[in-house]
């Protein structure tokens, strides 16, 4: 069993920043893959962002690239989501999860698949 547990989200303006951090206890948080994912009212849950066990890699969503970043401290087990330039569309409850599969664009990009989640985090953006 592994047990996710958002924070950082929080109402901010326009342009800001946010990190946020998912802290994992449980089964051995290195060798999984973690995701983040977000969900505004109304839509479904989509992808942001996706870092490989051991840092390789890394992939994100283009409605993010170059404004959010992924980064992950085994030593802490704990991964985190750096995100700049803050956005009205940006709002959303973001969540983080991890799958224990090998790394593949296809996989770590869906929702399906993914083992374990938290709770998620609010993060609202004003315009």
């Known amino acids: 069993q592994v047990r996710l547990v958002e924070s950082g989200g929080g109402l901010v303006q326009a342009g800001d920043s946010l990190r946020l951090s998912c802290a994992a206890s449980?089964?051995?948080?290195?060798?999984?893959?973690m995701g983040w994912f977000r969900q505004a009212p109304g839509k479904e849950r989509e992808f942001v962002a996706a870092m490989d066990r051991n840092d390789d890699n890394t992939y994100y969503s283009d409605s993010v690239k170059g404004r959010f970043s992924i980064s992950r401290d085994n030593g802490q087990n704990t991964v985190y989501l750096q995100m700049n330039s803050l956005k009205p569309e940006d709002t959303a409850v973001y969540y983080c999860?991890?799958?224990?599969?090998?790394?593949?664009?296809?996989?770590?990009?869906?929702?399906?698949?993914?083992?374990?989640w938290g709770q998620g985090t609010q993060v609202t953006v004003s315009s």
């Open positions: 999860a991890t799958k224990y599969v090998a790394w593949s664009i296809a996989l770590v990009t869906s929702t399906r698949g993914y083992d374990y």
């Open positions: 449980g089964r051995a948080f290195s060798r999984g893959i």
